[in-house]
């Protein structure tokens, strides 16, 4: 069985350009979720979709943003990058949400803003 | 805003012997626990999960002890080996939803 996979795995971009990351999860699973992870902030929840929907947002601006697809592989965009932006994105994946339903998380996308 | 957190950031322990990582969160609404191993250059890693009407489960040398009178999460591995080298996370998940809340993380070194 496939994890979750993540693309690209690194990615070097310059400031104020926007970036879509890739995630897609394991097969069967509906909900995804994206963290950030610095080292001066730990892992940070952005969002979380079920079956194409936005079902939580954490605490960061306007500029992150994210979508599902039916299939719900699961992409999330950063515009106009900021240094602070470095940071490895995680990708989690859950058959359905509530206690109880393990997350799987990918390896990550290494973004570098210069 | 909550917060779930840990005591140590560094442990180092000797090859064999027990760990005991410790993990304190502040949201007494919280109901289910989640302990994560991080590997360099790896997403985290499930290792075991605990819902707080219970106080202690236990996994393949880990055991996860819950205190809500205190607020106090621990993991302990038994016999830690080289492999258990990692950051280690303590979560909390919300009740509805998918939503983990982690702690800093404590880097666990094992000298062989």
């Known amino acids: 069985k496939a994890g979750v996979t993540q693309t690209p795995r690194y990615l070097i971009k310059t400031r104020g350009q926007q970036v879509t990351l890739s995630c897609s999860p394991i097969?069967?699973?509906?909900?995804v979720s994206w963290y950030q992870q610095t080292p001066g902030q730990g892992l940070q929840f952005l969002f979380e979709y079920f079956s194409e929907t936005q079902r939580n947002k954490g605490n960061f601006p306007g500029r992150f943003s994210g979508r599902q697809f039916s299939n719900s592989r699961s992409e999330m965009n950063v515009s106009t990058l900021e240094l602070g932006d470095s940071a490895l994105y995680l990708c989690?994946?859950?058959?359905?949400?509530?206690?109880?339903?393990?997350?799987?998380f990918g390896q990550g996308t290494r973004l570098t803003v210069v | 805003g909550e917060s779930v957190g840990l005591h140590l950031p560094t442990l180092s322990v000797q090859e064999g012997d027990n760990s005991i990582i410790n993990c304190a969160y502040s949201?007494?609404?919280?109901?289910?626990f989640i302990w994560y191993k991080q590997e360099s250059g790896k997403g985290p890693q499930f290792i075991i999960d605990i819902r707080s009407n219970m106080d202690k489960r236990q996994g393949q040398r880990v055991t996860v002890l819950l205190n809500k009178t205190v607020k106090h999460l621990s993991l302990q591995i038994a016999a830690t080996q080289p492999g258990d080298s990692a950051v280690y996370f303590c979560?909390?998940?919300?009740?509805?939803?998918?939503?983990?809340?982690f702690g800093e993380g404590t880097q666990l070194t094992v000298n062989p």
């Open positions: 097969s069967g699973h509906r909900s």
């Open positions: 949201n007494s609404a919280s109901d289910y």
């Open positions: 979560a909390e998940k919300e009740t509805s939803g998918s939503r983990l809340t």
């Open positions: 989690a994946s859950s058959l359905n949400q509530g206690i109880g339903t393990e997350a799987f």
